[in-house]
Nanobody, 114 residues
Framework: QVQLVESGGGSVQPGGSLRLSCAASGSFFSISLMGWYRQGPGKERELVATVTARGSANYADSVKGRFTISRDNAKNTVYLQMNSLKPEDTATYYC????????WGQGTQVTVSS
C-alpha cells in the first residue's frame, strides 16, 4: 500500500510561482512513473506533467516552458515547480505514482487570482 502526501498549494497572483511536493511512503515496489494532474472547476482531470524513473519528462502543451517536474528517487518524492502562473492554472492538483498499480494523492488546491 502506498500513501501519498502532497504539499505546496496555495493562492498566488498571476505571474507568481508555487512549488508542489508529493512524497510516497509505505510498502511498494519500485516506482516507475510519477506525475501531476489537475482538475479545474467544471473540467475533467488532465495531465500536467510526468517523469520517468530515469528523469525523462513529459508536459502538457499548456504548461511547457512554465512548469518543471522533477523527482528525488531516494526520497520517493516528485516536485512540480510552477512559474508564470496564470488564472487558468487554477485547479486542484493531484499527484500520481505508478508502482505496478496507480496511486493518487488527495489533491492540493492552487488558486491564481489578482
Amino acid at each position: 500500500q502506498v500513501q501519498l502526501v502532497e504539499s505546496g498549494g496555495g493562492s498566488v497572483q498571476p505571474g507568481g510561482s508555487l512549488r508542489l511536493s508529493c512524497a510516497a511512503s509505505g510498502s511498494f515496489f519500485s516506482i516507475s512513473l510519477m506525475g501531476w494532474y489537475r482538475q479545474g472547476p467544471g473540467k475533467e482531470r488532465e495531465l500536467v506533467a510526468t517523469v520517468t524513473a530515469r528523469g525523462s519528462a513529459n508536459y502538457a502543451d499548456s504548461v511547457k516552458g512554465r512548469f518543471t517536474i522533477s523527482r528525488d528517487n531516494a526520497k520517493n518524492t516528485v516536485y512540480l515547480q510552477m512559474n508564470s502562473l496564470k488564472p487558468e492554472d487554477t485547479a486542484t492538483y493531484y499527484c500520481k505514482v505508478v508502482s505496478r498499480l496507480n496511486y493518487w494523492g488527495q489533491g492540493t488546491q492552487v488558486t491564481v487570482s489578482s
